[in-house]
């Protein structure tokens, strides 16, 4: 088949209707844009969490029980199997100050590198009774402040006055309240005193030289330690992925309808077009001209029409992305979310308007090509 | 012989339980080369007749030849290109692409048949100034008179050398003069191109540059006359219009040849050009 003809029609007709057809463009564009923008942000957000945790929670591994009631003394054995390059014990309690939830945590103050800690205010705590606090606490910054624990598996209820020397910076910022963990930090040896349990703790970071240690090592703590929990890192960044993965969902919601909008403009905007084109192409078959050649010349234009829209599309969603940030931090999200440009949210942004484009107008293609140019012709007059 | 149908019944069925009997019984032959006018009043069939030596329609009883092929039953592919190398047609009304200048509708034929891109322009714009359009070749259908539209409209049909050209009321919103013009080229390719004319009219100048008028009523042919006293329009100076198309001919001729290897309908057509 020749398609010189194919063509030419289409490049006519797309600039004798260029205006309707930039409509087209538009709508196609504005499907694009929001799939665009909203895949951004949502990749952004799985970049940003992924680095939160690894930050908030370096080891590979993590021991947990909701007891007080793993030895220190563990730690040197772990230390010493091949491969594990760091084990620190430490005690998270659940607690609650002046009404706020709260994670007390005692981490020993010698080895603080690795908790990669940085202070906005203040210094770190020497002595038994110094706290730091996480910036969401930060008011409490100077002052003396009642720690109230629950009654729990950890004991009775009780009060722990600590004094704030300092303020540390939050991670997850304020992304997103539930996330919100409102750390106090104290020496581990005085917690462990304070909470009578000289020598346990109820959890051990871990963490290794080559990550294909991390399955084999965290199997043989589950068997050691058959009341504790064994988090590893990977597994915790996967349960927060889903957690933006159901944003994702959200976002997906809107996404659909918006590009169902888009579709229902292409059909429209096709449906009149091809009714317009009757008696053109009535004429075209008259003369010679197959059904076929008539198919692809509309099929033409739809495809300039949404690589059109589609290009502009992506290039307003991933500016769209970028503003979607700055609105959020207008409204007090303050967290540095990375806008990227993913190769696959484009591409996927490219098909998704070209698959809309195509399938909306599937319909009013198909008439056309098989329209009788007789059934035209005849009412010609 | 150009187009022949035999005992060609058509019955139009516009709902369930209405019949509209347009063709009964019709049977007529054109030789090639001939101009035919079909004459009869409104309604009589003469369009109907037209589309179906057209192979836009298809006949409900009875058979139809064209161009020595049965097209009777023939497949919708092969009757698409029969009317595009075979056949050119001049509709009562709709006749030009809007979006199209006068020069491409000419050329978009030619494109479809698969001359090249250039070669195609320069014939369209030859067959425009065989039309007398030549100063006409950018304009776009709605910046022409109705007589300038049937004028592209013909060199469009002309275009790929058809063995028959169709007119259904060719002159049906022209003025007296571009009528008596059109007249004048319709003789002029016919006698030069040697191009059969079919055409339809209520209009006797028209009829008068035919050889044989049929006369039809009520979808059946009522009169069939060999012609007639004199014929209208300027007499034909055949050798000066053989020279002006000339150069349609031999590109004409040229692409032709080129072409037939591909095509087997080209290849025949070639062999029944003058
Ligand atoms: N598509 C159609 N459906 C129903 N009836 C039709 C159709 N086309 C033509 N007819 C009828 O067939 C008869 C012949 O029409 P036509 O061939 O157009 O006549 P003419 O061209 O001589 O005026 C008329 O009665 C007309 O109404
Ligand atoms: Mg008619």
């Known amino acids: 088949m020749y398609v010189r003809h194919v063509v030419l029609v289409a490049g006519r007709d797309l600039r004798a209707r260029k205006g309707r057809y930039t409509l087209v463009a538009l709508a196609i564009a504005a499907g694009t844009a929001l799939l665009v923008a909203l895949s951004t942000v949502t990749f952004g957000l799985k970049v940003y969490v992924e680095g939160q945790i690894r930050e908030l929670y370096p080891a590979d591994i993590m021991l947990y029980s909701d007891r007080i009631e793993i030895p220190v003394d563990i730690v040197e054995v772990i230390g010493s199997i091949e491969g594990v390059d760091a084990v620190e014990p430490l005690i998270l309690v659940g607690a609650s100050l002046g009404g706020r939830g709260a994670t007390l945590v005692g981490i020993p103050i010698d080895d603080v590198d690795y908790f990669a800690i940085s202070l906005v205010e203040g210094r770190l705590p020497r002595s038994g009774g110094e706290a730091i606090v996480e910036e969401s606490l930060g008011d409490l910054y100077g002052d003396k402040a009642a720690v109230e624990l629950t009654e729990s598996l950890l004991g009775p209820a009780r009060r722990i006055e600590v004094e704030v020397v300092g303020v540390l910076e939050s991670l997850l910022k304020g992304f997103v309240q539930t996330f919100q963990v409102n750390l106090v930090v104290v020496p581990l040896g005085w917690l462990q005193e304070v909470l009578g349990a000289e020598g346990f703790v109820n959890a051990v970071l871990i963490t290794v030289s080559d990550k294909t240690y991390v399955e084999p090592l965290a199997d043989a703590l589950k068997e050691a330690f058959p009341s504790a929990q064994v988090y590893t890192q990977r597994s915790l960044i996967r349960a927060a992925i889903r957690i933006v993965d159901l944003l994702g969902v959200f976002f997906n919601v809107i996404i659909a309808v918006t590009l169902a909008i888009s579709g229902i403009v292409v059909f429209a905007v096709m449906t009149i077009t091809a009714r317009e084109r009757m008696r053109e192409v009535a004429l075209l078959k008259a003369i010679g001209v197959s059904g076929r050649a008539v198919a692809l010349s509309v099929l033409l234009e739809v495809l300039a029409i949404s690589v059109a829209g589609g290009a502009a599309g992506i290039a307003a969603g991933f500016y769209g992305a970028h503003m979607l940030k700055a609105l959020l931090g207008y409204m007090g999200v303050s967290f540095d979310l990375p806008i990227l440009a993913v190769p696959e949210v484009f591409v996927g942004g490219a098909a998704t308007a070209l698959a809309v484009a195509v399938a909306s107008s599937t319909l009013p293609i198909v008439r056309l090509s098989r329209l009788r140019p007789l059934e035209i012709l005849a009412r010609g007059q | ?274």
């Open chain 2, 1 to 274: 012989m150009a187009i022949s149908l035999v005992d060609v019944d058509k019955v139009y069925r516009p709902s369930r339980d209405v019949e509209v009997v347009a063709l009964r019984g019709v049977t007529l032959t054109v030789e090639r080369g001939e101009i035919v006018a079909l004459m009869g009043p409104s309604g009589s069939g003469k369009t109907t007749a037209l589309n179906i030596m057209g192979t836009l329609d298809r006949p409900t009883r009875g058979r139809v030849y064209v161009a020595g092929f049965d097209v009777t039953e023939a497949d919708e592919g092969f009757l698409e290109a029969l009317r595009l190398h075979y056949i050119g047609f001049v509709f009562q009304s709709i006749n030009l692409v809007p979006s199209l200048t006068a020069l491409e509708n000419v050329a978009l034929p030619m494109l479809a048949a698969g001359y090249p891109r250039y070669e195609a322009y320069r014939k369209a714009r030859l067959l425009l100034d065989a039309v007398g359009l030549s100063d006409r070749a950018g304009h776009y259908p709605h910046q022409l008179s109705g007589g300038q539209q049937q004028r592209v409209a013909i060199a469009r049909a002309l275009a790929n050398m058809p063995l028959i050209l169709i007119l259904d009321e060719p002159t049906s919103n022209v003025d007296v003069a571009t009528t008596r013009a059109l007249l004048t080229l319709f003789r002029e390719i016919n006698g030069v191109l040697g191009t059969t004319i079919v055409m339809a009219t209520h209009d006797p100048e028209v009829a008068s540059i035919a050889g044989r008028v049929i006369y039809m009523r009520g979808g059946v042919v009522s009169r069939s006359a060999v012609k007639l006293a004199e014929v209208a329009g300027e007499p034909v100076d055949v050798e000066r219009v053989r020279e002006r198309m000339r150069h349609v001919f031999e590109l004409e001729k040229e692409l032709v040849s080129d072409m037939a290897h591909r095509n087997e309908l080209v290849r025949r057509k070639a062999q029944l050009l003058p």
